[in-house]
């Protein structure tokens, strides 16, 4: 487990692009999430991406090859929706564990076959951890803000059974992203650490958090260093942002993160802003210009994409990352 703390200190890491991006492309039809064995389902199925780990995995491992080959280090598994909470919008919680020890398993033997092509260059797996479709610090009901829609325990043991089932499935380290709300994230990291401490293991955790618009601040209020003291109580692997922000509109919330951490850092910011149609129109080449600002500045250790990013911008990160030298850090792992 622990290669990616080595190889994390050699180079800079890059991190695939979106998983979603891709599958769209597939314009799978109702019947294709469904697959034989969900064919009579009761709830409509079609946008479960999670689900095509089971229904159509071929899809999922393509995805995951097109990334290594554009030169990403780490693939995260197609698990960002893969708790008993997200799942009951399909109704379908009883397929948690499968779905993501599924994910799991595409993406290691993905990952397996690359670095056996090419040992110098070891690939790795990140078990995808989403934030839920529930926030713990936040009521949904505007009248009555003392309202919580779930529990930190319903959050923790929802969790567990997603983190038990990736590990299981041979993840190399636990992604905990696109974080809206640190209570969220906290009961994964507790989660996570009671998982440790029951198999006598120690996976490494990435941990990125989602700056949510120009104020500078998650959806549940927390400024950049409130996030990172929220969470940098536990031995991180990593601590960075994605999503919501192109990778201009990111960096100057990586740079404070950046000087107050001792953990590596990371980021996986858009394709740029959408448009009016809800489409990121950021080429790789403008892509890789942001990104490449961020590693002149040496902010980084850990670099991908996330919405709108395809392997062509994942090819042009890849291309820049390996001129940089990565992020210094006092070394705590």
Known sequence: MSDIKKEIQKRILVLDGAMGTMLQEYNFTEQDFRGERFKDYPSSLKGNNDLLSITQPQAIADVHRK????GADI???NTF???????ADYNM???VYELNFESAKIAKQVAEEFTKANPDKPRFVAGSIGPTNKTASLSPDVNKPEYRAITFDELRISYKQQVEALIDGGVDVVLVETI?????AKAALFAIEEVKEERQIDIPIMVSGTITDASGRTLSGQTV?????SISHIPLLSVGFNCALGAEQLKPYLQRLSNKTEFFTSAH???GLPNAFGEYDQTPKQMQQFIEDYLQDGLINIIGGCCGTSPAHIKAIAEVAKIYKPRKIVLNV
């Open 67 to 70: 990334y290594f080959e554009a």
């Open 75 to 77: 693939v995260e598994t």
């Open 81 to 87: 929706s893969g708790t008993t909470i997200a799942m």
């Open 93 to 95: 919680e009883d397929l």
């Open 180 to 184: 809206f709300d640190t209570l969220n």
């Open 225 to 229: 260093e409130a996030f990172l003291t």
């Open 269 to 271: 910011p858009n394709a």
